[in-house]
């Protein structure tokens, strides 16, 4: 599932090519991804034309000159493609844009798990869940201090409060094991094991990872004028690294422990406590 850094690799990109260009026609492929109503956004879509591309949380936001945004929750398989009319569609294609510039901008998804949104702006929070979803992790209004005073708020182990997007939006499963083992916390230890310069130290940790990890992450997406989805995370430090890896701090062997139907990975050296388990 994309998480900010490769929301905002892919924010970048979009941005670069977008701004202007008009809507020409519009294909909706597989009509219940629109939320909204595929008819409605079909026929009123064409002849606006795209300003900036936005960021909130897990979505991303295609601001209009109609005072609208068009907003698209890839979820965990959705893929954007920028391209020609006669380039390769992605399987399971849902919606396609043909531009004013002779290009092309599609959303194609596996499991067809994603949600597209055509609202205005000022609506923008009749998406389902919109109001009840925390701050995003880079918003600047989420201060050191408020961070304190919201995290104190959740009981349970640490790694599953980073990971609530009622809590925090933008960070999943993948960049909390970055997160924690920059701030040398084990995953599975519980909020209230930890005391407040632990949580200063993660809120730091936190924005330290997203400020490494988004140029990284850029740098293996985007390939001229394609995104490339493949091979996006092959910097990361601990994630799925267990087995033969070893922790670049301390040289001992990254622990992969699969629960939940999902994995976490740490270092036990650096990364000490949490139940027996683990």
């Not at 920059?182 to 130290?201: C, M, Q, S, V």
């Amino acid at each position: 599932m994309p998480e900010i850094p490769d929301l905002e690799a892919i924010r970048g990109f979009l941005n670069e090519r977008l701004p202007g260009q008009t809507v020409d026609s519009v294909e909706v492929k597989i009509p219940h991804v629109v939320r909204t109503g595929a008819t409605a956004l079909a026929e009123s879509l064409p002849g606006d034309a795209f300003g900036e591309t936005e960021r909130h949380g897990k979505f991303l936001l295609f601001t209009l000159a109609s005072g609208r945004v068009l907003a698209i929750n890839p979820m965990l398989t959705g893929r954007f493609q920028y391209a020609s009319p006669d380039a390769k569609r992605q399987g399971r294609t849902c919606l396609r844009l043909s531009l004013s510039g002779g290009m092309e901008l599609r959303y194609a998804d596996f499991r067809v798990m994603g949600r597209i949104y055509l609202l205005p702006l000022e609506e923008i929070e009749a998406i389902p869940n919109w109001t009840a979803g925390g701050p995003d992790l880079l918003d600047p209004a989420l201060t050191e201090e408020v961070w304190l005073e919201r995290i104190r708020k959740y009981r349970g182990r640490i790694k599953n409060i980073l990971t609530k997007a009622e809590f925090v939006q933008g960070v999943g499963n993948a960049y909390s094991d970055e997160i924690l083992w920059e701030a040398r916390i084990n995953p599975f230890t519980a909020r209230k094991d930890l005391d407040e310069e632990d949580l200063r130290r993660l809120f730091a940790c936190a924005r330290e990872v997203m400020a490494w990890a988004t140029p990284l992450a850029r740098e293996r997406m985007v390939k001229g004028d394609s995104l490339d989805y493949r091979e996006r995370r092959d910097f990361f430090r601990v994630h799925r690294l267990g087995g033969d890896a070893l922790c670049p701090r301390d040289g001992a062997k990254i622990t992969d422990i699969d629960a939940s139907k999902k994995v976490t990975s740490f270092c036990r050296t650096c990364q000490p406590g949490g139940p027996a388990f683990s």
